[in-house]
């Protein structure tokens, strides 16, 4: 079965640091990654996504994501948070043979102080 | 495109009362999805389907739950009677088909309360 994992509910930077926000997966064949941003009353939008090759995905507002297959991690990442960042993050994972059905993380809240 | 479009955004109604969600896919997009999302249980996959066609009801809760698409531009999701402990905000998304990478755009979302 498919699951996914964020075991921060929330991740605290100051402006100009760098963020992670961590994901770990479970699938039983090969993993598609995702990672979506909710900001307050508004529905998810997408941030990026792997499929395969490169480990190190870009994405949308300057954030990064490496795939990490051995640690069956997926790990969010920004060289330099905003105070504008802050919103609640979701990683979701779909098996390459299972359809599409996406199995979503609880979610990791983003503050970013000034 | 207009993306994905929810009605009501918001809605309150009493125990007991039925009530439909309804949902504009994005034009073109072959999957609907439904999800609800609670405090306590996340974000919940309902029900998705495929040109029309339900494919995975497997996390719709219970027979009072329902959900239909007539056709490619329009689907509801009803709960009859209502509870309580349906409060929720429920999200539908779409996502073109051909590939199961692509990703879900999402609607804004319904904020249900039943009293």
């Known amino acids: 079965a498919q699951s996914v994992a964020q075991p921060e509910d929330q991740v605290n930077v100051a402006e100009g640091n760098p963020l992670t926000v961590k994901c770990t997966y479970s699938?039983?064949?090969?993993?598609?990654l995702f990672w979506y941003v909710q900001y307050p009353n508004r529905g998810l939008q997408f941030l990026l996504k792997?499929?395969?090759?490169?480990?190190l995905v870009k994405g949308s507002y300057g954030f990064e994501a490496e795939f990490n297959k051995s640690q069956t991690s997926f790990h969010l990442k920004k060289p330099s948070a905003l105070v504008s960042d802050s919103a609640l993050y979701f990683c979701?994972?779909?098996?390459?043979?299972?359809?599409?059905?996406?199995?979503f993380g609880a979610g990791t809240r983003l503050f970013v102080k000034a | 495109d207009a993306g994905v479009i929810q009605s009501p955004r918001h809605e309150v109604t009493e125990m007991g009362q039925e009530v439909t969600l309804r949902c504009k896919p994005i034009?073109?997009?072959?999957?609907l999805f439904w999800y609800r999302q609670t405090m306590m249980r996340g974000l919940e996959l309902l029900i998705y389907?495929?040109?029309?066609?339900?494919?995975?009801d497997s996390g719709m809760p219970e027979d009072r739950f329902s959900a239909k698409m007539p056709n490619a531009s329009f689907s509801t999701l009803k709960i009859q009677p209502s509870e309580p402990r349906d409060s929720a905000v429920y999200f539908c998304?779409?996502?073109?088909?051909?590939?199961?990478?692509?990703?879900?755009?999402f609607g804004p979302g319904t904020r249900l309360t039943v009293l």
């Open positions: 979701a994972v779909r098996d390459e043979g299972g359809g599409f059905k996406t199995i």
């Open positions: 699938v039983s064949g090969n993993p598609y």
């Open positions: 389907f495929n040109n029309n066609v339900p494919i995975d």
């Open positions: 792997y499929i395969t090759g490169d480990n």
């Open positions: 998304a779409s996502s073109p088909g051909l590939a199961g990478y692509n990703e879900q755009f």
């Open positions: 034009s073109g997009h072959d999957y």
